[in-house]
């Protein structure tokens, strides 16, 4: 595969960069700010966003500091066929949050559902890690034969036991679960159109906000009882940006993806133990075999560990009802004309696990397929390519093998420390830096190394790890960053607060490796991401279909920028 050309920074003669300028800052009694962004001088290109007025969505209510965080991940499981099932639910949920840890350690919660009341589910929710909230006696609470769960990191809303999800409602016509990973786009409009109708909300959660206006009856009317299809239909057209949900009634469960498709959703089958696919690991696929559960999730990576088979994606707009009698599609509400899906290219770059499978792939076959796209856009001489663990190793593995340059590992990484970027205060996170990694001198003495790391947020990380690197005796150390540089806001589900915060809006390549210490630094261009992405994918971008989000790289959003963008 034949990549792209890399990208061509704008820089005076001579490699330097303009001056950065702050960003200009005006505060009024509604707490909004403008950012403008600035103009290259030197080559007279045209680099000049719009305003863009902005209200605090987190100001004031559990802002978080670090630099690059996802919301959540969301997980269901249902047993087929009689009940009570034979599959312990709450522990296939509660491997399967396991499974999506990386994907948020603030809080978890399960609601397990038996099936026959709609008044009462069984719920056990709490701060921290899934296997310090769900010891033996939570677990023996959580019966049923249904069942969905949620690991949480915050972005829309402070790092609380009451913004715990699953969240549970009770209304008129029995109990509803519902549990959340993205962040809705127009949550304010949304907000005061729920507030209108009388509804009283006590968190400031996007996820009770959808819990809620799922209790509102459809435009269309119901009779004979709620139309709840109908209902997620009107949800989705009030709001199409941007969610994967996983929804609980009494007897079902409906998986739901917004129609952009921005954040993962896939569906599995849980085989019976003594199952070709699970006892002779290809055979016959487990496609043929009858299902004893079925299994949703923000990813694939769990469904091994539990006993099932990878089926699909639910697809974009997707409405899928999980029920005893399996699984079927209910409806597929529409993008507007002429979008395209919108799926986050970030989920390969960093926070998918590598074993999980998107459009047809593996994570990590995308990851090895940057890294060689990466050795074909910024070659250098070296003895040596290495990555920062874990995330860069499959582009690092990619890198070598494109370049001939052997991979040998230089960093040593404590598995007992969190990610550093997962840690909500800008102490704890440098701190994290320094005794996350150690130095394999042995490997690193008199070497020039080419470092891969995924992703440069704000450039506070790589600087003590090529400190590490050159007091352990590394020759040269060059640093290749297996993705663009981060530039703009997401107001999708990842946290990446505000320009300013960004690296990459204030140095080039050039300024950055002389800022961290590298004797050169490179980024993966755009084009050479998107090529990456796309060389295995099953599908191809056209009709709508394998579309990606770039706006925290290029700033252009999939929906647009709306009016009511409240952060």
């Known amino acids: 595969m034949e990549g792209p050309a890399g990208p061509h920074p704008c820089r005076l003669q001579g490699g ?40 605090s969505k987190r100001f004031g209510r559990g802002a978080v500091e670090s630099g690059l965080t ?23 949920i509660c491997l399967g949050l396991v499974a999506l840890q990386h994907r948020g350690q603030e809080s978890a919660g399960i609601v397990t ?14 701060m921290g890690l899934i296997n310090n909230i769900f010891n033996d006696e939570a677990m023996k609470k959580l019966k049923g034969n249904l069942g969905i769960g949620h690991t949480r990191y915050s972005t829309s809303a402070a ?14 016509h029995g109990a509803l679960a519902v549990a ?51 209902r997620i239909n009107h949800l989705m057209r009030l709001a199409p940006l941007s969610y994967s949900l996983v929804i609980m009634l009494k007897d079902k469960i409906y998986a739901v993806r917004d129609p952009y498709g921005n954040r993962p959703l896939c569906l599995g089958k849980i085989l019976p133990l003594g199952s070709s696919f699970l006892m002779n690991g290809c055979a016959k696929n487990g496609m043929e075999e009858r299902a004893e559960g079925w299994v949703v999730s923000s990813e694939s990576c769990g469904f091994l560990s539990i006993g099932a088979r990878y089926v699909r994606e639910v697809l974009p707009g997707e409405i899928v009802e999980m029920s005893r009698h399996g699984i079927r599609t209910v409806d597929v509400v529409e993008r507007p004309p002429a979008k395209q899906q919108a799926f986050c290219i970030f989920e390969y770059v960093y926070f998918a696990r590598a074993d999980s499978i998107f459009e047809g792939q593996m994570v990590y076959s995308a990851r090895l397929q940057c890294g060689r796209m990466l050795a074909r856009e910024s070659p250098v001489d070296a003895d040596i390519v290495s990555s920062v663990p874990e995330s860069g190793t499959a582009a690092a593995h990619g890198y070598a ?16 420390v969190g990610r550093t970027f997962i840690q909500p205060s800008t102490r704890l996170r440098q701190l994290g830096v320094a005794k996350k990694f150690g130095a394999l001198s042995e490997n690193v003495r008199g070497k020039r190394i080419v470092l891969i790391d995924d992703s440069i947020v704000r450039g506070n990380t790589i600087g003590p790890i090529i400190k590490l690197l050159r007091d352990a005796g590394a020759a040269e150390v060059h640093i290749r960053i297996a993705s663009p540089p981060l530039k703009y806001p997401c107001y999708m589900g990842i946290n990446i607060p505000t320009r300013e915060e960004l690296i990459a809006n204030k140095m080039d390549s050039y300024k950055l490796a002389e800022h961290v210490g590298a004797d050169s630094l490179e980024y993966l261009s ?6 990456a992405i796309h060389y295995n994918m099953k599908a191809t971008p056209s009709d709508g279909v394998g579309g990606h989000c770039t706006a925290c ?13 409240d952060w």
């Open 113 to 126: 559902s038996e099936g026959k009341s709609a008044r009462t589910f069984n719920t056990h929710k709490g």
């Open 401 to 416: 093998r494109q370049s001939g340059i052997p991979f040998m590992e230089v960093l040593c990484k404590n598995r007992y």
């Open 16 to 55: 330097d960069v303009p001056e950065q300028r702050e960003p200009l800052e005006r505060r009024t009694t509604d707490d909004s700010v403008d950012y403008r962004s600035d103009t290259c001088d030197s080559c007279h290109c045209d680099t000049t966003q719009g305003e863009v007025k902005v209200k």
């Open 70 to 92: 996802h919301e959540c991940g969301v997980f269901g499981a249902i047993g087929t066929g009689e009940w009570p099932t034979q599959i312990d639910v709450a522990q296939v």
């Open 180 to 230: 959340h990973n993205g962040e809705l786009v127009n949550c304010s409009s949304l907000r005061k159109m729920v507030l209108g109708r009388g509804v009283g909300l006590s968190t400031h959660s996007d996820s009770e906000l959808i819990t809620q206006a799922l209790c509102l009856n459809p435009p269309e009317g119901e009779t004979n009882g709620p139309d709840w299809p109908a």
């Open 553 to 565: 790289l290029t700033g252009d959003y999939p929906g647009g920028l709306p009016e009511d963008v």
């Open 526 to 531: 755009v084009e050479g991401l998107v090529s």
């Open 159 to 172: 790092s609380e036991e009451v913004n715990c999800q699953p969240f549970v409602v009770h209304t008129a």
